[in-house]
């Protein structure tokens, strides 16, 4: 496998998300490109266990730090080969679902000193300025509205097939990757 990224993941131990990665790896594997999984203990909260998504990433860019990534949920599958990231250009990449709500289940990253600063900071937003807790996506939403400058990256809007809502987002085609949102299934079974 000679991809210029690497796809990353992880998902909770003795949860629902144990099968769901299994299906993400093997659509990794289709196409030839490397996957690197980790496993963590559940938080017992499925709120809190999202917040598992910066530490996670922060440590794979410094176990890999001469690949660049490909975040994707445990839940997601690529469909089509993701041929944008062989010569993606900027630090990083996410989709604006229309052009406003950040979807955080599909992020690339470019593996560099800035893009490492941001994920840092990103996690450091685990609670609010008044000590509330912020969900993960709506803090990286934040950064990227209002931090990538402080940071000096480069951003990218990734086309809306490459983090696919499987529903609410068929309008716009055949998904390149798509995002299955087990969550709304396994919410309310589990706290993963």
């Not at 992880?10 to 299906?23: C, D, G, L, Q, V």
């Not at 963590?40 to 996670?56: G, Q, R, T």
């Not at 955080?104 to 840092?120: E, Q």
Request: with cysteine.
């Amino acid at each position: 496998m000679s991809n210029k990224f690497i796809v990353i993941g992880f998902y909770t131990k003795n949860t629902p998300y144990e099968e769901e990665i299994k299906i993400m790896a093997n659509s990794c594997k289709k196409f030839n490109i490397e996957v690197k999984i980790h496993e963590y203990p559940s938080l017992n909260e499925w709120e809190h266990n999202l917040w598992i998504k910066p530490v996670f990433i922060m440590n794979m860019m410094y176990l890999h730090p001469n690949v660049d990534l490909l975040y994707l949920d445990s839940d997601a599958v690529i469909c089509e080969y993701p041929i944008l990231f062989d010569n993606f250009q900027y630090d990083m990449g996410c989709h604006l679902k229309d052009g406003k709500e950040l979807l955080s289940g599909t992020i690339f990253l470019k593996n560099n000193n800035n893009t490492r600063c941001f994920v840092s900071n990103w996690h450091g937003m685990y609670l609010t300025f008044d000590g509330q807790f912020l969900a993960e996506q709506t803090a990286l939403e934040y950064m990227v509205k209002n931090n990538l400058n402080k940071h000096n990256m480069s951003f990218f809007n990734l086309p809306a097939t490459y983090a696919q809502i499987f529903d609410s987002m068929a309008h716009n085609g055949k998904p390149i990757i798509q995002q299955n949102q087990a969550s709304r299934r396994f919410k309310c079974q589990i706290h993963s």
